[in-house]
């Protein structure tokens, strides 16, 4: 979701400040929380300025730190399938991870694997 513009937040603080309005009023008028409101108001107090604060992060992944693991899987055996290798990183890491969530990881590092039509044809 897109920071709210730096002229609606002023907007915002604004009528507040004018004793035009209260925070739930504000809050009403502007079609958005109180508690967004109230932390708009801290942050004009507090740091003088309205602008949108960066991202706070998130957690990191289960493989975020497993990626020397993962190369040297696919090293050893390029043609693994993404069961083989979830449970090769189950063995070695002891982090269990989905065959989707493997995948996915393995297309953000660019590591491919070789298929061998002979080993999956069954």
Not at 20 to 26: G, L
Not at 87 to 109: E, K, M, N, Y
């Amino acid at each position: 979701m897109k920071a709210y513009s730096l002229d609606w937040r002023q907007r915002i603080v604004e009528a507040y400040k004018n004793q035009e309005e209260s925070v739930r009023s504000c809050a009403q008028r502007f079609k958005v929380s109180r508690s967004y409101v109230q932390k708009l108001l801290k942050q004009d107090r507090e740091q003088g300025n309205l602008a949108p604060l960066p991202h706070a992060g998130g957690v990191p992944g289960k493989l975020a730190n497993q990626e020397d693991l993962l190369r040297q899987l696919i090293a050893e055996k390029n043609d693994a399938m993404l069961e083989e290798l979830c449970q090769q990183i189950q063995q070695r890491s002891g982090i269990s991870v989905s065959q989707s969530t493997l995948c996915r990881f393995l297309l953000r590092l660019n590591l491919t694997r070789k298929k061998n039509f002979a080993r999956h044809s069954s």
